[in-house]
Nanobody, 119 residues
Framework: QVQLVESGGRLVQAGGSLRLSCAASGRTLSTYAMGWFRQAPGKEREFVAAINWSTYYADSVKGRFTISRDNAKNTVYLQMNSLKPEDTAVYYC???????????????WGQGTQVTVSS
């Protein structure tokens, strides 16, 4: 069992930066592929980024967002730069033993953290 707790979401102006954190407990993080999803109001949840030994990004965030992990701290990060109003969403940390699954239907989810980008 893996527990995930996100933090770092807040209101930020367009063009600004924000770093989200995801603290994992219950299992050794290094054995899992980790990811981030988001859900905007009235829209379905969508994949944002994933990491195992490589990183993977949705086209909409490529070049602006960076996912990283610190296995010693059991923490995953999402650095978000050049934020746009359309990045406004609840951001969820995810985990799965499968890289494919962490990008599609992850087994473990955090409770989410709200990111709001004002224009």
């Amino acid at each position: 069992q893996v527990q995930l707790v996100e933090s770092g979401g807040r209101l930020v102006q367009a063009g600004g930066s924000l770093r989200l954190s995801c603290a994992a407990s219950g299992r050794t993080l290094s054995t899992y592929a980790m990811g981030w999803f988001r859900q905007a109001p009235g829209k379905e949840r969508e994949f944002v980024a994933a990491i195992n030994w490589s990183t993977y990004y949705a086209d909409s965030v490529k070049g602006r967002f960076t996912i990283s992990r610190d296995n010693a701290k059991n923490t995953v990060y999402l650095q978000m730069n050049s934020l746009k109003p359309e990045d406004t969403a609840v951001y969820y940390c995810t985990a799965d033993t499968s890289l494919w699954m962490v990008q599609t239907t992850p087994r473990y989810w955090g409770q989410g953290t709200q990111v709001t980008v004002s224009s």
